[in-house]
């Protein structure tokens, strides 16, 4: 093949000796706009899985790289006069120039012709080739000229940062943040070599302007860090290779992601790597990882499949999916350091922890495999911090397992069961069903059980199978379950009440869900008359009289829960149901004060909450589930979310159950472990209040990781209790935690699955050793 590479960084340098290695006869040719030797940037890191890859590409440019690492394994977070030290991260530092100068050399050694000093900002400049890589970088000119094809977004975040060097030696990946006047200001700092490290710089464009940076020329502005930084570098200086441009040194990331990798509407056929095809945040340390995986994946692909356009979408298949885990991993690491000042009323162990975990990769038992000094550490501080004991000689408590207290009520430990809609009630009436279902959950070992959204009328029913709590025969079903779970288990039972709305009237869940019911509809309600898809009824706007009625039902429901003994209680304000399309801006388009802007939306909610607050037991908990994020274009975002959660805060909520989306048919959720918890988190540290996470959490792991951080106070599962009721048990038999107390008819069962485990971890230990030799 005839190859041409415009862009002579990490990635185009790779492509070009992977393949003219695998085959000489290629023509290879790399053009680069810089000199051979120039360079941007200071120190590079890579992970030790990362040069697994390499070495399994090409041993003898691995063994050139691993020859020129720094290695480290501690994180050290600098914070309010502590630090904080965790270890077995596994890092690896070398120095941009010299990376760049090994590919060179290896290019040159395997006859790949090398062009500097060119610039190339038109493809039709290039001549008799049968393919052009387009790896000049995230300012790709040849991304720009087709954008029509790749149709780039270009995300330009929130912080300003710098990228400097010093002879500062650092013996760990350092993390060090200061307060200003103006706001906070971190460094993130490494050693790439014998004599340097890099020094990178960051704070919010609002702070970096406020400071008067923008201001500043480069070297006032490099002389002002080296002050607000003096304590860490030891009396050595900063330094700047950008120097010649006033301010620009700082800059904005730009998160960068294309509809499509490929060109074939060009003369030549055209694909993108490394940063012309995407970016990711150097928090999480994968720019150049993911530039030279492009590499091997594109260069395999080429190497397999004669048919060139199918190489191509080989290559793009394989890359998008794995490019997608580190940008959605890099965009929680951006927000959290876009946000540090919202984390900064934690205490430092909880600070780093939450540092640590940011990006969601990496969790609680990850970090336990890393450092288990460090995790029982901060297991130790979490429960003394929660008034539990905490002896060194004593096994720490999961931050799972630790009680968690709010107004009157404490729950033995942070799982919920979350509200599951089970369509199995006959007008509204909870039967045996229920109990067996609740109650089996109750015994599982969770601290919290959830009932089914309730609903407060025959008219509020999702589906003719809704629970209900609007007839006297509903409390007596519910108050025999409720008395069941408090006589036979340790667990507490919440009660969710809502009301459907505009997602009323319409088939059991398993039928043809959210869709109307063949026969037997009954007239539905919404803020305003719009169905929530085409083929559902449309609902008659709500009137002044129907929202005294919905409120009144409501508090009845309220009463009626708190005389079945109910522990808690949730108002559903989340998913499109009745309340939610009134906060919603796509389903409320009232011109009265309950439409409009954001607080008048609110407006009939907060009613509600204040209505039901008041004949709520004192002593009893009421929570309140939203939709953080509307996931379409002119919904609520996460920013709204937060006045949302504080204008509930204000009526009475003592905690926000923070789920998203299921507001419209048009949302587009980006799904993933954890999804929404990053939603938690802001409101949590944000509006100061508790929170419940919610969304695909279904590992102990997950659990583990949110509490510590302090991401949420309580973590609901939902579809892990379908598979498992008794879930809670198992997950502390997993993690080798016996005080947890079961049902005393299962506990030779205990005895038995923790004797199972512990044999299992001892062979797996054995076979790791072995492996290990």
């Not at 050290?76 to 030290?85: L, N, Q, W």
């Not at 120039?97 to 090994?102: A, D, F, G, S």
């Not at 929660?386 to 799972?400: A, C, I, K, W, Y």
């Not at 709590?469 to 507490?492: C, F, L, N, S």
Request: glycine fraction near 8%.
């Amino acid at each position: 093949m005839r190859i041409v590479c415009i862009g002579g960084g990490p990635a185009g340098l790779y492509l070009a000796l992977l393949m003219k290695r695998a085959d000489p006869r290629h023509q290879i040719t790399v053009i680069e706009r810089n000199r051979p030797y120039d360079t941007f940037g200071w120190g590079v890191v890579f992970s030790d899985q990362t040069l697994g890859n390499l070495r399994a590409a090409d041993p003898q440019t691995h063994d050139e790289i691993l020859d020129a690492f720094c290695h480290w394994d501690d994180i050290d977070v600098h914070f309010k006069g502590r630090t904080i030290t965790s270890g077995g991260h596994g890092f690896c530092g070398i120095g941009r120039k010299r990376l760049l100068n090994i590919l060179q050399r290896r290019c040159e050694q395997l006859g790949v012709r090398l062009l500097f000093e060119t610039e190339i900002a038109d493809e039709t400049a290039i001549d008799d080739c049968d393919l052009i890589v387009a790896s000049d970088g995230l300012n790709s000119a040849i991304r720009a000229k087709h954008e029509d094809v790749f149709q780039p977004e270009i995300e330009r975040r929130k912080c300003r940062y710098i990228w400097l060097g010093t002879h500062r030696l650092f013996d760990a990946f350092t993390f060090a943040f200061e307060p200003t006047e103006w706001g906070w200001f971190q460094a993130h700092a490494y050693r790439f070599d014998d004599e340097t490290s890099t020094f990178i710089v960051e704070t919010p464009e609002a702070v970096w302007r406020a400071a008067g940076i923008d201001r500043m020329s480069a070297d006032e502005s490099v002389a002002f860090c080296e002050r607000l930084f003096a304590r860490y570098l030891g009396g050595e200086r900063l330094m700047t290779n950008a120097r010649h441009l006033r301010g620009s040194a700082w800059i904005n990331f730009l998160r960068i992601i294309n509809k499509t990798w490929i060109c074939d509407a060009a003369r030549t056929p055209i694909v993108l790597l490394g940063d012309a095809a995407h970016t990711a945040h150097f928090s999480v340390g994968s720019g150049t990882k993911l530039a030279l995986e492009d590499a091997i994946a594109l260069a395999r692909a080429l190497q397999q499949q004669a048919d060139l356009p199918a190489a191509l979408r080989s290559y793009e298949a394989e890359r998008v999916l794995e490019v997608l885990k580190i940008q959605n991993a890099a965009r929680n690491s951006t927000e959290w350091f876009e946000n540090v000042e919202r984390y900064t009323h934690l205490e430092a162990e909880q600070f780093a922890y939450s540092l640590l975990t940011r990006s969601q990769r990496i969790s609680h038992e990850n970090l336990r495999l890393r450092d288990p000094r460090y995790v029982a550490a901060t297991e130790r501080w979490f429960a003394a911090r929660n008034h539990l004991p905490s002896g060194s000689g004593e096994r720490p408590v999961p931050p799972m397992f630790i009680p968690f207290s709010l107004r009157g009520v404490t729950l033995a430990n942070r799982v919920v069961v979350s509200p599951m809609a089970q369509y199995s009630c006959t007008d509204g009436t909870p039967d045996d069903y229920y109990l067996v279902h609740l109650g089996s959950r109750a015994h599982g070992g969770a601290g919290l059980v959830f009932t089914e959204m309730t609903c407060v009328s025959a008219d509020a029913r999702i589906s003719p199978g809704c629970a209900g709590m609007y007839k006297e025969e509903h409390k007596v079903g519910w108050k025999r379950i409720v008395d069941y779970v408090h006589q036979r288990t340790p667990a507490m039972i919440a009660m969710q009440l809502g009301h459907a709305g505009p997602k009323g009237s319409t088939q059991l869940g398993w039928e043809e869900a959210d869709e109307p019911l063949a026969t037997g509809n009954w007239p539905i309600v919404a803020p305003t008359a719009l169905a929530y898809g085409p083929r559902n009824q449309l609902p008659r706007t709500m009137t002044r009289s129907d929202m005294n009625r919905v409120r009144d039902d409501f508090v009845r429901a309220a009463q009626w829960a708190a005389e079945c003994g109910f522990d808690w209680l949730e108002l559903h304000c989340a998913h499109g149901y009745l309340l939610s399309a009134f906060i919603c801006p796509l389903t409320n388009r009232r011109d009265d004060e309950y439409g409009g802007n954001l607080e008048n939306r609110c407006r009939f909610p907060l009613e509600v909450v204040r209505a039901m607050r008041a004949v709520w037991p004192t002593e009893k908990p009421l929570s309140v589930r939203i939709s953080a994020h509307d996931w379409t274009p002119g919904g609520n975002t996460p920013d709204e979310a937060v006045v949302i959660a504080r204008l509930f805060k204000e009526a009475g909520a003592d905690l926000i159950d923070v789920s998203s989306g299921q507001t419209t048919r048009e949302a587009k959720p980006v799904y993933g472990r954890m999804y929404q918890t990053p939603f938690a988190d802001r409101i949590r540290n944000e509006v100061g209040i508790a929170t419940m996470a919610v969304g695909a959490i279904f590992e102990p792991d997950h659990v583990n990781s949110i509490i510590a951080a302090g991401r949420a106070d309580l973590c609901a599962l939902a579809r892990p209790h379908l598979a498992d009721p008794y879930w809670t048990l198992h997950a502390a038999a997993q993690l080798g935690y016996t005080n947890v107390p079961w049902p005393n008819q299962y506990l030779t069962g205990k005895a038995q699955l923790e004797r199972n485990l512990a044999r299992a971890a001892q062979l797996a230990e054995s076979e790791q050793a072995e492996a290990n030799g």
